[in-house]
């Protein structure tokens, strides 16, 4: 039996409009899988909260950090 693990994306805040407490200008945030949000132009990502809700896709430019990045980002979250 093989697990599968999270495909985790990153991307970076670039525009918080209406989201100052959820989410800070050029922190570097991890993106989930939604597939319902991507239709629709929305990411799910992991805010300030520690919870995952859906931001719009503009307000964010995707990125592609370091190995030892990722993992530091990880254990942050």
Request: glycine content about 4%; aromatic content about 12%; hydrophobic content about 40%.
């Amino acid at each position: 039996m093989t697990i599968n693990k999270p495909n985790f994306k990153y991307a970076v805040c670039v525009d918080n409009d209406d989201y100052e407490a959820s989410l800070e200008l050029w922190k570097i945030y991890i993106v989930l899988p939604d597939e319902k949000g991507d239709e629709v132009g929305y990411l799910r990502i992991i805010d300030e909260s520690g919870e995952d809700y859906l931001y719009p896709a503009s307000y964010f430019v995707a990125i592609d950090p370091p190995q030892k990045v990722k993992e530091l980002l990880l254990v942050a979250a």
